[in-house]
Every structure is written in structure tokens, then in C-alpha cells.
């Protein structure tokens, strides 16, 4: 019998194996060659941004599901890499050291720290010898070397692009900084302004991010995100020709054979032919209206419940198809990121133009065969052509083919392939990110600083307050932006831009591989023994742009030589959302906790107003105070048992509200499987048969559901399993130390002082993972559905493989079935071998 233990005490436990794996570097991994591939796995969590709140219990749920994972691995003989860093550059260190004058680079440390504190509290298996940070010198080293390759490959060039510009804050927003148009920090009216930014051209490698989705392991709404945001079409350019005007305008269309029902055309108010276009008669109303455009974000001006507004430029164009004069308006529904920010207007067959013309009165001309009046409402199904002259008579495809013919003949439009993506923006006008390693000359242009001088560092400033100009801070350091042309000498001045957050993300995978390396952002030996991902595990808000700027700097490193695969990552998995309770009023706000009073278990008011709440399931946020601190949990539960509790709380990949009874009794099985072991004695002696076939398939319930992050189910398992074990007096070793591994890789802590109190030593990592074999994973008893005419009249237990004369005898003589069988003419019998039996009566 085990020495008597206390009630169990998680505190004493989780301090003692935390400090043990530290010592003895127990996670930390190296490269043995001689591992084959297959038996080395790369596990990845989305690094986390270490803002100054810490973490919730929301970000544990993806960290705990990569560690089990990890730890079962380890078990079952693979090399396993599990790294853990930060994503320090961002925009909230910088408002902060805005707001408070404390160097962002101080805040971003301590926040790290807290961060690490918290995160190994819980008992991850990180490889902490791996640590990155984005916003070290050592680390964006390497992000300035990738830039300079992009630079050097033709992918970055300049472009004024519009931007958000607070006019208060003297400064461009990122859009997250920007709240129903207007500026987060002081609430001013936000304005597009065109300013000088670092574009990459992401648009290069569209076919590729495309059609490589088809070769990685994600959920098919992830793919469908990007395939949507990708947004690949076929279709033609179409050449307007802009009367009493030297100029034309070209519209991109999927749809080159409604041209006959366009009516009018629409350029977006950033179209560099709008004061070309733009009439004496009509500039005052053009100006008001592009005024008042740069006020709204692309989101309000493509919403489609919205109010159409729009001006006519006093300009008219001519449709190629049949030469009529067709009046040319500014309207801010269409958008010059996408197309060519001019469109030929169909009202007859889209809805937008339809309201348009009815707003304006503009004329609409049916050119599909319609089931409505177009005149009351716009046909957006398809239909055979009419009013098109020689398209007549045909279907959209036939139709489509024959003016494709027609404008190529004469030259008025072109086959063309559009893409909803658009050239990544990649300046931003910020102090506390990466220094974009160019030098502008008067003479040689824009040139790379010299390999051999990266890192080329952020400058020690005192002020981080925007220059006014809407250039980044930086812009302010005259010794900083005056220097040398690398190439000729000469007088010359930095980018004074900086990187945005996404790109220390866009490679930090390929830098934990070789963090330490100073020669190379990371070796061709580590990059292959670990490539790709295996198992890339976030929240699914990183469904796009993260995962696609990722994809594309990789897709460039691969056509450069310097990684082996096309993809990084080759199976995501989108965790859930962890979320908690709010209330809400009847006009659907929500009321912050701490203004909230409970009345009854189900009766909550309003403190301030006494107005009767109701309690629904919300985000986690700051201002509800709803926010579940992970601290408070590990201090009164243990790690333990909130790491098994977010398991246990559904499906990994569903979204599940937080409840402390469910952890309570989560709490409550750990203490049973302490006790268990305290007050039962060990034996050597073999489990009998029953409990033999409980274990064995708990091995084999619990290897699946791990294998195949089924957490919850392979928990509920291990309970069934120890509720069997208390109805006995004597604990088998066998079945008590199988119990602990199992255990292991959910709750580490207390399955490694369960296994020393066994008598091991060593710890469970290098442990076997427990075999199960199959001849006990299947029943010999079954139960047997005996059934009359189809409905169920009895259900006994049997002896498995019973033939078919000995089950219709057991049918047949069952109390149950022989009141519905008495005096009945027996029409057919039928048997399902071990499944039922159903007797046909009449």
C-alpha cells in the first residue's frame, strides 16, 4: 500500500514538477538524424501579443490542446518540437508610451514577462531554450533580410495609397484603431488621405495561394475564407471611350454580355479621371461629394443596406456596343482597390445599379429575359438575351463567348482575370515596429542597406508623438534619417516607414528551427528536419490575413531556394472561442458585471436603474468585466484542473461558455483519482476479466480521441474507467499505472507525482505511451433487440455470436415477446447476427 497521502494538495505538486522540468530541461529538444521523418512532429501554437492585461482563460484552451497533443507524441516515440515566443511590435506599446511617456520596449519586456510567468503556470511543454521575441534587434534582424529579398525580387515598391487620418492625432490609423469612423484614442472624424506607403505585391502569387489550398489539411471554411478574399474571376476589360474628352475609361466585367442594358457608368471618388471628367458646371457638387466620401471607411461605403449617393461628373461616355451617349457619375459603392474603380452600370440586372437609377432616375434596359418588371425591380437571375441584338436568343454562356469574340475583333476589350486581392499595404507611420531597411538617394534612387549592416535598429527616442506630416515618428530624428548612400556615398535619407505587425508573424515559424543562429535567418539542415507544420493550432480570426501573409512570404523564400516546402503549415485547427456570461437590456446593451445585481438564481437587475436583465453568453472584455483571469483559477483549483476543465468543456473547435460548476467538478474527479490511489492498496495480482476489458478499451478510447484531438470524449472515458476502479477494495499496479499514463498528458502535473509515488523516477515523458490489445477491446456479451412486426417488445443481454436457431428459441420463449406472440400466425422471421431479432405476425 501507497504511504498515506493528504487531501490533494495541487499547490505543492504543481510547484515541485514545474521546477523539475525547468532543472532538467525535460522539453528541450534537439535534432537526432536518426529519427526517421515520419516520427518527428512540429507543433505550433499562434504566438501570443503580450498586452499589459496578461492572459484570459480563453488563451490557455488552444495552449493546453497543443500540449496534451504534445506529451502523448513524446509518449508514443516522436521528436517533438513545441516553441513558444511573443508578438512584442504593435500599436498598443506605442499609444501607451504616447499615453504614459514609458518606452514602449519597457512596457512590451514586462508585459513578456507576465506572459511567461502565467503560461508556465499552467505546465506547458514548451521548448523555452526557443524563445522568440518579434520586437528584438536579433530577431526583425532577420525580418529586414526577408524584406530586402522581397525588395530585391521586384515584390515592395512605393505607392500613395490612402490611409485613415485623424486630424487631431496628426497621424494615419491602422482600421483597427478606427470605431464608427472615427478615431479610437480622442474621437475625431476619421478622413482618407493619400499618403506614401511600402506596398508588396502579394497579387504576384495569387494563382498560387489559390490553388496550393487544395494541398493542405484545413477546415474547409478557412480555405473558403481565402478563396473568397483571393476572389479570382474571369471576364474581360471593356474600353469606354469618354466623349468631348481625350481619355478612356476601362471597366473590368464578368459580364461583357449584359453590355447592351448599361446605362450609365460609375468611378470611384479616387479615380485619377475625376477632375478630368468633372465639368466647370458641376465641380462645386463634385468637391462636397468627394469631401464627404473621405470621411466614410470601405465597409460603410460597400454596405449594401445603405442609402445609394453619388454626382454626376457632367461628363458622358460611349457604350462601344451600340454608341450611345451614357452619363458618367462619382459614386463611393464603388471602390478603387477593386477592378479598375470604374464599372458600366446594369440597373436592369443588379440590384446596387438598379436603386441608383431609381434614385436618380437613370434609364433601365432589360437585356435578359425577366419574370419581373424591371422597372419595379432589378432580375439578378439569368435568363435568354434580348434587346442585344445579335446576342439575341442565346444563354449566358453562348452570349458571353460571342461578345468576347465581338470586342476582340475590334479591339474595344480584352480577355481578363480579376482578383478581389489587392497589393498588401505594408507601411505603417509608427515608431515601435521594424525599421524598413531602405535609404532613399537623390542619385541612385531607393537602395537596401548592406546585408552586412542589419540590424538596422529603431533609434533611442524620448517622444513617440506623430509628426503631424502623417509620417511616422522617426521622421522627426534628423541624425537618424540623414546618412550615407551604400552605393555611391552621397547624401541620402532612411525610409523613415515602419513594418507593420503582421510581418514578424509572417516567419517567427521558421525562426524558432534555428533561433540562435547568427549567420542565417535559419539553416537549410534544421529547415528541412522540421518542415512543414504539422499540426498549427489559433483562433480563427487568423483565418486570413495572418495565415495568407504568412503563405506568401513562404511561397517567395520557396521560389528563392531558402525553404523546402510550398506550404508552412500543413493541418490548422480553429479553436473555439472560451466566452462567459454578460447581461444585456431589452434595447440589446450590454451592462457591465459589476452593475449588476442578483435578485434570485434567475432574476437579475440593473443596480443604477432597476431595470431587469437578461443573462446572456458574451465575449470575454475588459470594459463587461466579465474577463475570467486564469491566475485566480490555478490559485484556488489548480493548473490541473482548469487545463482538464476547457478540455472537458466541449469539442475543441466549438465555442463554449465558461462555468465554475463545471470546473468544480472537474476539481472533484482529480481529488477522487488522488484519493484513489491514497486509500486502496497496490497489488501485483492480474485485474480480473471485467475490469482487463474496462482498461483496454479505455487505452484504446483515449489513444484515438488524443490522436485525433477529441479531448473531451477521451476525458470521459478516463472517468469511466475510475468510477470502475472504486468498486473495488484492491488497486492492480497495472491498471493503476496504465490509469497515470493516460492521465498524463492532461494532467501532467498530478500523473508525474502519482507515477514517483509508484516508484518510478525519470518523469513520464520518455514513458511508453500504454498498448491495448484488441481481444479485450470487444464484448463477449451483447445485448439482443428482440422485436414483433418491427417495434421493440424486449431487449436482453446475450452471449456474443449466438446462431440463429438459438435467438429465436430466446425470442420466442421471452415473457415479453410471448404476450405479443399468443395466438398470432408467425409470417416470417428475420435475424440480425448480435444485433435483433423481429418477428412477423399476423
Not at 390 to 397: A, M, R, S, T, V
Not at 582 to 606: G, H
Not at 712 to 725: F, G, H, K, R, Y
Request: glycine share 6%; proline share 5%.
Amino acid at each position: 500500500m501507497m504511504a498515506p497521502m493528504s487531501k490533494y494538495p495541487f499547490h505543492e505538486i504543481e510547484t515541485k514538477w514545474q521546477a523539475y522540468w525547468d532543472e532538467h530541461q525535460t522539453f528541450a529538444v534537439t535534432e537526432d538524424p536518426s529519427i526517421p521523418k515520419d516520427k518527428r512532429a512540429y507543433v505550433l501554437d499562434m504566438f501570443p501579443y503580450p498586452s499589459g492585461a496578461g492572459l484570459h482563460v480563453g488563451h490557455p484552451e488552444g495552449y493546453t490542446a497543443t500540449d496534451i497533443y504534445c506529451r502523448f507524441l513524446r509518449m508514443r516515440g516522436y521528436n517533438v518540437l513545441h516553441p513558444m515566443g511573443f508578438d512584442s511590435f504593435g500599436l498598443p506599446a506605442e499609444n501607451y508610451a504616447i499615453k504614459t511617456g514609458t518606452h514602449p520596449k519597457a512596457t512590451t519586456e514586462k508585459n513578456i514577462e507576465n506572459f511567461r510567468k502565467q503560461i508556465k503556470s499552467l505546465g506547458f511543454s514548451y521548448d523555452w531554450n526557443r524563445e522568440i521575441s518579434t520586437h528584438s534587434s536579433d530577431y526583425y534582424r532577420w525580418t529586414q533580410w526577408i524584406f530586402i529579398q522581397l525588395f530585391n525580387k521586384g515584390l515592395a515598391y512605393e505607392s500613395h495609397t490612402p490611409i485613415n487620418w485623424c486630424g487631431q492625432c496628426k497621424t494615419g490609423l491602422a482600421n483597427e484603431e478606427v470605431k464608427d469612423g472615427k478615431c479610437e484614442r480622442c474621437g475625431t472624424t476619421v478622413v482618407r488621405k493619400n499618403i506614401r506607403q511600402w506596398v508588396l505585391k502579394i497579387t504576384e502569387y495569387a494563382d498560387k495561394l489559390l490553388s496550393d489550398l487544395d494541398s493542405v489539411d484545413w477546415p474547409e471554411s478557412v480555405k473558403l475564407m481565402q478563396r473568397n478574399w483571393i476572389g479570382r474571376s474571369e471576364g474581360a476589360s471593356v474600353f469606354f471611350k469618354v466623349d468631348e474628352i481625350d481619355a478612356q475609361l476601362e471597366v473590368y466585367t464578368t459580364r461583357a454580355d449584359t453590355l447592351y442594358g448599361a446605362t450609365y457608368m460609375v468611378v470611384a471618388p479616387e479615380h485619377p479621371l475625376v477632375s478630368q471628367l468633372t465639368k466647370v458646371g458641376q465641380k462645386a457638387a463634385v468637391e462636397a461629394y468627394l469631401e464627404a466620401s473621405a470621411r466614410k471607411s470601405d465597409l460603410e461605403r460597400t454596405d449594401l443596406a445603405k442609402d445609394k449617393t453619388g454626382v454626376f461628373s457632367g461628363s458622358y461616355a460611349i457604350n462601344p456596343v451600340n454608341g450611345k451617349r451614357i452619363p458618367i457619375w462619382i459614386a463611393d459603392y464603388v471602390l478603387i482597390s477593386y477592378g479598375t474603380g470604374a464599372i458600366m452600370a446594369v440597373p436592369a440586372h443588379d440590384t446596387r445599379d438598379w436603386e441608383f437609377a431609381k434614385k436618380f432616375n437613370l434609364p433601365i434596359i432589360e437585356v435578359l429575359k425577366s419574370e419581373v418588371d424591371v422597372q419595379t425591380q432589378a432580375w439578378t437571375e439569368d435568363g435568354i438575351h434580348v434587346n442585344s441584338d445579335f446576342l439575341d436568343g442565346l444563354n449566358k454562356e453562348d452570349a458571353i463567348e460571342a461578345m468576347l469574340a465581338w470586342l476582340l475583333e475590334r479591339k474595344l476589350g480584352s480577355k481578363a482575370i480579376n482578383y478581389k486581392l489587392r497589393d498588401w499595404i505594408f507601411s505603417r507611420q509608427r515608431y515601435w515596429g521594424e525599421p524598413i531597411p531602405l535609404v532613399h538617394c537623390p542619385t541612385c534612387g531607393t537602395v537596401a542597406v548592406p546585408i552586412e549592416e542589419l540590424p538596422l535598429l529603431l533609434p533611442e527616442v524620448t517622444s513617440y508623438e506623430p509628426s503631424g506630416t502623417g509620417e511616422s515618428p522617426l521622421a522627426k530624428i534628423d541624425e537618424w534619417v540623414h546618412c550615407s548612400c551604400p552605393v555611391c556615398g552621397g547624401e541620402a535619407k532612411r525610409e523613415t516607414n515602419t513594418m507593420p505587425q503582421w510581418a514578424g508573424s509572417c516567419w517567427y515559424y521558421l525562426r524558432y528551427l534555428d533561433p540562435k543562429n547568427a549567420n542565417e535567418f535559419v539553416s537549410k539542415e534544421m529547415e528541412a528536419y522540421w518542415m512543414p507544420v504539422d499540426l498549427y493550432v489559433g483562433g480563427a480570426e487568423h483565418a486570413v490575413l495572418h495565415l495568407l501573409y504568412a503563405r506568401f512570404w513562404h511561397k517567395v523564400l520557396f521560389d528563392l531556394g531558402l525553404v523546402s516546402t510550398s506550404e508552412p503549415f500543413k493541418r490548422l485547427v480553429n479553436q473555439g472561442m472560451i466566452t462567459s456570461y454578460a447581461f444585456q437590456r431589452k434595447d440589446k446593451s450590454l451592462v457591465p458585471t459589476d452593475m449588476v445585481e442578483e435578485q434570485s438564481p434567475d432574476v437579475f437587475i440593473e443596480k443604477a436603474t432597476g431595470e431587469t436583465l437578461e443573462r446572456v453568453i458574451a465575449k470575454m472584455s475588459k470594459s463587461l468585466k466579465n474577463v475570467i483571469n486564469p491566475d485566480e483559477i490555478i490559485t484556488e483549483f489548480g493548473a490541473d484542473s482548469m487545463r482538464m476543465y476547457e478540455m472537458f468543456m466541449g469539442p475543441l473547435e466549438v465555442s463554449k461558455p465558461w462555468a465554475t460548476t463545471g470546473l468544480v467538478g472537474v476539481y472533484r474527479f482529480l481529488d477522487r483519482i488522488w484519493r484513489l490511489f491514497d486509500e486502496r492498496e497496490i497489488t501485483d495480482a492480474e485485474p480480473d476479466e471485467e475490469l482487463k476489458r474496462t482498461l483496454h478499451k479505455s487505452i484504446k478510447k483515449v489513444t484515438y480521441d488524443t490522436n485525433s484531438l477529441n479531448f473531451n470524449t477521451a476525458i470521459s472515458q478516463m472517468m469511466v474507467l475510475v468510477n470502475e476502479l472504486y468498486k473495488i477494495e484492491i488497486l492492480p499496479r497495472e491498471v493503476g499505472e496504465t490509469l497515470v499514463k493516460l492521465l498524463g498528458p492532461y494532467v501532467p502535473h498530478l500523473a508525474e507525482e502519482l507515477w514517483e509515488r509508484l516508484g518510478h523516477s525519470g518523469g513520464l515523458s520518455t514513458v511508453a505511451w500504454p498498448a491495448y490489445c484488441e481481444e479485450f477491446t470487444i464484448d463477449n456479451q451483447i445485448e439482443m433487440v428482440f422485436q414483433v412486426n418491427g417495434k421493440v417488445r424486449s431487449k436482453v443481454t446475450v452471449p456474443k455470436g449466438l446462431g440463429k436457431d438459438e435467438v429465436l428459441s430466446m425470442a420466442k420463449e421471452d415473457e415479453k415477446m410471448r404476450n405479443w406472440l399468443e395466438g398470432k400466425t408467425i409470417v416470417k422471421e428475420i435475424v440480425v447476427p448480435d444485433k435483433l431479432v423481429n418477428i412477423v405476425v399476423k
